[in-house]
T-cell receptor, first 112, second 115 residues
Framework: GENVEQHPSTLSVQEGDSAVIKCTYSDSASNYFPWYKQELGKRPQLIIDIRSNVGEKKDQRIAVTLNKTAKHFSLHITETQPEDSAVYFC???????????FGTGTRLLVSP | DTGVSQDPRHKITKRGQNVTFRCDPI?????LYWYRQTLGQGPEFLTY????????KSRLLSDRFSAERPKGSFSTLEIQRTEQGDSAMYLCASSPKFRVSSEQYFGPGTRLTVT
C-alpha cells in the first residue's frame, strides 16, 4: 500500500522567512496530494492541494510543487507569520481508493 | 455552522466498556470517512462510506470496531470492549461526489480516553 514520508519533523523560522516541507510517496498510482494545517487541539484544515496533472499550484503565500517522476511533493510558505505556526501534514490518495494516507507531520514554529 | 460535526467531543471510559461516536457530514457530501489520530502522528484511515455503503475498511479496524451509515447521512462508530490502546482522537471527514479524488473536510474529532 501507499507510504508517505515527510521531512523535517520540526522546522523553526523567523517571521518573514520562507519554509519548505517535503514529502515522498511510494505508490505511483497516487494522483491527489492535499496539505492540511492542524493547530493544537483543532481539526486538520485543508490549505492547498494538487492533482497529478499539475506541476505547481499557488494560493497567496502558499505553493505546492509535484514531481511525479521522483514521487515527491513540497509545500512552500513565503513571508511566514506567527499565525502560520502549527503542524502541517501532507497526504496522498488515488482515485480508486479515495482514502488519504498521511505523512507524520511537520511542526512549524514561526518566531516574531 | 455548516461544517462536519462530531459528538461527543470528549469521552472518558473504563476499559471493557462500549462507546459510540456520531458524525454528521456536510449536508451535500455523500462520502464519509473515519480516521484515528494519536499524539504526534498523522490521521490513520479506518473506514469509508459512499452513501450508505461501507466500501473499505482498514486492517487496523479490529472486529471490536464497527461503523454504520444507515441512511447515507450521519454515521456512527462503535468500539466494543475498549482497551487502553484505543485512546486516540477519532476524526470524521466528508467529501462531495466527483469523478476524481476530492477534498476531504474534517470534523473537530472525538477524543477518547480509556482508563
Amino acid at each position: 500500500g501507499e507510504n508517505v514520508e515527510q521531512h523535517p519533523s520540526t522546522l523553526s523560522v523567523q517571521e518573514g522567512d520562507s519554509a519548505v516541507i517535503k514529502c515522498t510517496y511510494s505508490d505511483s498510482a497516487s494522483n491527489y496530494f492535499p496539505w492540511y494545517k492542524q493547530e493544537l487541539g483543532k481539526r486538520p484544515q485543508l490549505i492547498i492541494d494538487i492533482r497529478s496533472n499539475v506541476g505547481e499550484k499557488k494560493d497567496q503565500r502558499i505553493a505546492v510543487t509535484l514531481n511525479k517522476t521522483a514521487k515527491h511533493f513540497s509545500l512552500h510558505i513565503t513571508e511566514t507569520q506567527p499565525e502560520d505556526s502549527a503542524v502541517y501534514f501532507c497526504a496522498a490518495s488515488n482515485t480508486g481508493f479515495q482514502k488519504l494516507v498521511f505523512g507524520t507531520g511537520t511542526r512549524l514554529l514561526v518566531s516574531p | 455552522d455548516t461544517g462536519v460535526s462530531q459528538d461527543p467531543r470528549h469521552k472518558i471510559t473504563k476499559r471493557g466498556q462500549n462507546v459510540t461516536f456520531r458524525c454528521d457530514p456536510i449536508s451535500e457530501h455523500n462520502r464519509l470517512y473515519w480516521y484515528r489520530q494519536t499524539l504526534g502522528q498523522g490521521p490513520e484511515f479506518l473506514t469509508y462510506f459512499q452513501n450508505e455503503a461501507q466500501l473499505e475498511k482498514s486492517r487496523l479496524l479490529s472486529d471490536r470496531f464497527s461503523a454504520e451509515r444507515p441512511k447515507g447521512s450521519f454515521s456512527t462508530l462503535e468500539i466494543q470492549r475498549t482497551e487502553q490502546g484505543d485512546s486516540a482522537m477519532y476524526l470524521c471527514a466528508s467529501s462531495p461526489k466527483f469523478r476524481v479524488s476530492s477534498e476531504q473536510y474534517f470534523g473537530p474529532g472525538t477524543r477518547l480516553t480509556v482508563t
